[in-house]
């Protein structure tokens, strides 16, 4: 049982290496070219890019109808290659909603022509990307992650080049879009060819409505959560646009680009404790309690060490950027406060998942991109981009943590563990046997 488990800790680990360099392969790519292009093009066109962005971000919560934490519940009781190929169908009809809903913005809004050849763009982009989600989705679950890593860092390497080849030709931001959509078309090919390899042809089997609607079904209380949780995230940047200038946008996006450092952490670790928290919850509740609280605690943990380093490092690196980006830094050091929340709480979703309380995921969201919308419309207003940045803060801390003792015994449970994972003796202890 111990070498068995020892091997699993291993592999996980393995997992989370290759997940967390990707992010920081990823986030380092994207400082650099964050820093030339804004500077490049000044914070009126990036605002602008990075409105599209949001507006886009809003759309794709037709995407969150297909949950990845569901479809890995999946595996292993029907036919593998069945299910990807199913996963794969669902969400190229989810991206077709999107599309549509895209269209009909396009022909409302009052913005000029670049603007919309951007949005649409995006919207090809954000379908390519998803023309892969089932691949991924299976190599994550079998911890096999570095098979889409390799993949993604080949073609973000290549975009990475292109831009700046755009940036030095003087071409217009809409070919930033352009060449985004191109790298997606590399990765999701790439991605593609090792998948054949391995596992022989993407169609393995014949369209099940019946296992599409079950997936469904059980991702609509999660989708309603994540539409909700991208709502909030992101209405910030819509309101700012309407509410005071594209240009302001710029400027906060470039802060919540920041926060990208020190969220690195959190979608590698739990992706990939993820299976074996879903074993352990089946096999041994009192091992499932031990292990969520030490990831827990890791993670809380992480967080904090990644908060000091950046307070030390931000304020040098930021020099490189024009000085009308020079309200970056101090929203920045306002909207990290939240990123504890984040952190402390990225066990929670999957933990409710197991147990079928998605119910409580979708209350407790949906009650606080309310409350952000309400936050933001007040705060914006007396305190411009910090206000954006205090009512997101507020937000989190209420929805990732506040309102679980309002959601009957598990939910006071999960608030329990959220507590007691500050403690860092089960940080400690996860590097020891009991």
């Not at 470039?254 to 690195?264: E, M, Q």
Request: glycine fraction near 6%.
């Amino acid at each position: 049982m111990t070498t068995m488990y020892n091997n699993g800790l291993t592999k996980t680990i393995k997992n989370i290496f290759w997940m967390l360099f990707d992010k920081v392969f990823i986030l380092l790519i994207n400082l650099v070219l964050t820093v030339k292009v804004a500077n490049h093009y000044g914070k009126s066109a990036y605002g602008t890019y990075q409105y599209a962005l949001s507006i886009i971000a809003l759309m794709e919560i037709s995407l969150a109808f297909l949950d990845p934490r569901v479809l890995k519940k999946s595996y292993d009781c029907e036919d593998n290659g069945e299910i990807v190929w199913n996963a794969t169908i669902t969400r190229v009809v989810l991206s077709a909603v999107m599309l549509i809903c895209n269209l009909i913005y396009c022909f409302i809004t009052p913005e000029g022509r670049e603007y919309k050849v951007l949005m649409m763009l995006l919207t090809v982009n954000s379908i390519v990307i998803g023309l892969r989600f089932g691949m991924a989705n299976r190599y994550e679950y079998i911890l096999q992650s570095r098979k889409t890593i390799i993949s993604s860092n080949i073609s973000i390497t290549v975009a990475a080049v292109l831009q700046l080849i755009a940036i030095s030709r003087e071409m217009p931001i809409v070919a930033i879009a352009g060449i985004n959509l191109f790298s997606s078309f590399i990765c999701f090919l790439l991605i593609w060819k090792q998948y054949v390899n391995q596992f022989g042809r993407l169609k393995q089997g014949e369209l099940k409505p019946e296992f599409i609607k079950s997936l469904l079904q059980q991702s609509f209380p999660l989708a309603l959560a994540t539409s909700c949780s991208i709502i909030y995230s992101r209405c910030d940047s819509v309101m700012i646009g309407n509410m005071l200038s594209k240009d302001d946008v710029g400027v906060y996006s470039l802060a919540l680009k920041l926060i990208g450092i020190v969220l690195i952490g959190v979608g590698p670790i739990r992706e990939s404790v993820y299976p074996k928290l879903l074993y352990l919850y089946e096999k041994d509740k009192a091992e499932y309690e031990k292990l969520y609280l030490q990831i827990t605690s890791v993670m809380t943990w992480l967080y904090i060490a990644g908060v000091l380093v950046s307070f030390i490092i931000l304020p040098y690196a930021l020099l490189v950027l024009k000085p009308e980006y020079i309200e970056v830094f101090p929203i920045y050091r306002v909207y990290v406060l939240g990123t504890f929340f984040v952190y402390n709480a990225a066990l929670r979703a999957g933990h409710f998942t197991m147990i079928n309380r998605g119910s409580i995921m979708v209350t407790s969201t949906t009650l606080s991109m309310l409350l952000n919308v309400l936050l933001n419309l007040s705060c914006i207003y007396f305190w411009g981009l910090y206000g954006a940045a205090i009512a997101t803060v507020v937000t989190q801390g209420a929805s990732l943590m506040l309102s679980n003792v309002f959601f009957g015994k598990e939910g006071r449970e999960v608030f329990k563990w959220q507590i007691r994972a500050i403690n860092p003796k089960w940080m400690i202890s996860i590097f020891f046997k009991n």
